[in-house]
């Protein structure tokens, strides 16, 4: 039940790495490639070994007919990143045409954009294309360590002191109220970053009483506050248990089970996969940003798409019926 999406063959004309763990890639694309905006992203077909996947990236501005990614690599996980990571000039892959879901409301006078360490890869696009346009911004990059900010000397090259790269390891940091609290009331902010990142974003932002409407933020749905562990869900309905692997959403393993499931953006966004906890005896790990703080706590529901439980058994209803 997902949007159709427009599969491509791309052929790697350039890798490169950028950073410590960032590896650029450029593919040139077959058939015509539509113009794409800032914050637009592709899906990628990824081999893991015992088969295929599909991982997602952020376009970055490239030539016409071409596509360009900076990818993370993961150390622990189900290999994704790594595959791309091991990609060179001249192999191909299968990806899709751009299509953006954070697009950038050209309509604020003033925008605030802020990236935590890999959430750099929209932003980069968007504080370019700004500039071009002559409208007011400031960034603000946040990383672990300098060696890992890819971007950050383009950066800082480029835009001056419109931009304020904060690197951990010089003891800097990104002071989220204050950067808040300096923005122009009728500013927009847009974030990209961890989910920790994001989460006190959200709330300095309403703490402040600013309109939830000009805040705008991609997640990559690849981190959580526990590691990824076996679990397993009761189906209402369904009258046996749902083993959840460690390298298994819980959709996924549902899909998997045979059970209906309606969702689409599968990075806890769209919250259409959400499913209701009757009961549960381990830790909910909320990784999605659709659900407030307030109905996380709860607990009562989830999205299964990237949250789950970091270990135990839950009683969920789905809707299924058998
Ligand atoms: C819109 C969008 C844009 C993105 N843009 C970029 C980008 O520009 N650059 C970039 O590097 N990445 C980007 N990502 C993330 C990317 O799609 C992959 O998630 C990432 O490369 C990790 O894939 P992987 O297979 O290596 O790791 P995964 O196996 O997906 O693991 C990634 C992390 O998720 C956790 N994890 C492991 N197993 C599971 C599991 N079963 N369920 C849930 N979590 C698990 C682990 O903590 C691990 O460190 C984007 C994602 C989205 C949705």
Same mark, same amino acid.
């Given at each position: 039940?997902?949007?159709?999406?427009?599969?491509?063959?791309?052929?790697?004309?350039?890798?490169?790495?950028?950073?410590?763990?960032?590896?650029?890639?450029?593919?040139?694309?077959?058939?015509?490639?539509?113009?794409?905006?800032?914050?637009?992203?592709?899906?990628?077909?990824?081999?893991?070994?015992?088969?295929?996947?599909?991982?997602?990236?952020?376009?970055?501005?490239?030539?016409?007919?071409?596509?360009?990614?900076?990818?993370?690599?993961?150390?622990?996980?189900?290999?994704?990143?790594?595959?791309?990571?091991?990609?060179?000039?001249?192999?191909?892959?299968?990806?899709?045409?751009?299509?953006?879901?954070?697009?950038?409301?050209?309509?604020?006078?003033?925008?605030?954009?802020?990236?935590?360490?890999?959430?750099?890869?929209?932003?980069?696009?968007?504080?370019?294309?700004?500039?071009?346009?002559?409208?007011?911004?400031?960034?603000?990059?946040?990383? @672990?360590?300098?060696? /890992?900010?890819?971007?950050?000397?383009? $950066? =800082?090259?480029? +835009? !001056?002191?419109? &931009? #304020?790269?904060?690197?951990?390891?010089?003891?800097?940091?990104?002071?989220?109220?204050?950067?808040?609290?300096?923005?122009?009331?009728?500013?927009?902010?847009?974030?990209?970053?961890?989910?920790?990142?994001?989460?006190?974003?959200?709330?300095?932002?309403?703490?402040?009483?600013?309109?939830?409407?000009?805040?705008?933020?991609?997640?990559?749905?690849?981190?959580?506050?526990?590691?990824?562990?076996?679990?397993?869900?009761?189906?209402?309905?369904?009258? @046996?248990?749902?083993? /959840?692997?460690?390298?298994?959403?819980? $959709? =996924?393993?549902? +899909? !998997?089970?045979? &059970? #209906?499931?309606?969702?689409?953006?599968?990075?806890?966004?769209?919250?259409?996969?959400?499913?209701?906890?009757?009961?549960?005896?381990?830790?909910?790990?909320?990784?999605?940003?659709?659900?407030?703080?307030?109905?996380?706590?709860?607990?009562?529901?989830?999205?299964?798409?990237?949250?789950?439980?970091?270990?135990?058994?839950?009683?969920?209803?789905?809707?299924?019926?058998?």
């Amino acid at each position: 039940m997902r949007n159709k999406l427009d599969w491509r063959r791309g052929v790697v004309t350039s890798a490169e790495q950028i950073s410590d763990d960032v590896r650029s890639l450029d593919f040139a694309v077959e058939g015509p490639l539509p113009r794409f905006d800032p914050g637009s992203h592709s899906n990628f077909r990824v081999s893991l070994g015992d088969g295929e996947a599909i991982r997602t990236y952020s376009c970055l501005p490239a030539a016409p007919g071409h596509l360009r990614v900076a990818v993370k690599q993961h150390d622990n996980s189900r290999g994704g990143s790594r595959f791309m990571w091991g990609l060179n000039p001249g192999d191909a892959l299968s990806l899709t045409v751009p299509e953006n879901r954070f697009e950038l409301a050209w309509r604020a006078p003033y925008y605030l954009l802020m990236a935590g360490g890999i959430g750099i890869t929209p932003i980069f696009g968007m504080a370019l294309a700004l500039q071009q346009r002559g409208i007011a911004f400031r960034l603000v990059y946040g990383g @672990r360590r300098r060696g /890992v900010m890819a971007f950050a000397e383009d $950066l =800082e090259r480029q +835009l !001056g002191d419109q &931009v #304020d790269i904060c690197a951990g390891d010089a003891g800097e940091r990104i002071d989220v109220a204050a950067e808040i609290a300096a923005l122009p009331a009728d500013g927009q902010l847009y974030v990209c970053g961890p989910i920790g990142m994001l989460n006190a974003v959200k709330t300095a932002w309403q703490a402040a009483g600013r309109p939830m409407g000009r805040l705008r933020y991609e997640v990559f749905g690849d981190s959580g506050l526990f590691a990824e562990a076996n679990f397993s869900v009761d189906v209402q309905g369904l009258d @046996r248990a749902v083993q /959840v692997r460690p390298d298994q959403t819980l $959709l =996924e393993a549902l +899909l !998997g089970a045979g &059970v #209906d499931m309606v969702y689409d953006c599968q990075r806890g966004e769209c919250g259409l996969c959400a499913v209701d906890i009757i009961s549960h005896d381990g830790p909910i790990d909320h990784r999605d940003v659709f659900f407030s703080e307030a109905e996380k706590a709860e607990g009562r529901r989830m999205c299964a798409c990237v949250s789950r439980l970091a270990s135990g058994n839950a009683v969920i209803d789905v809707g299924y019926r058998g």
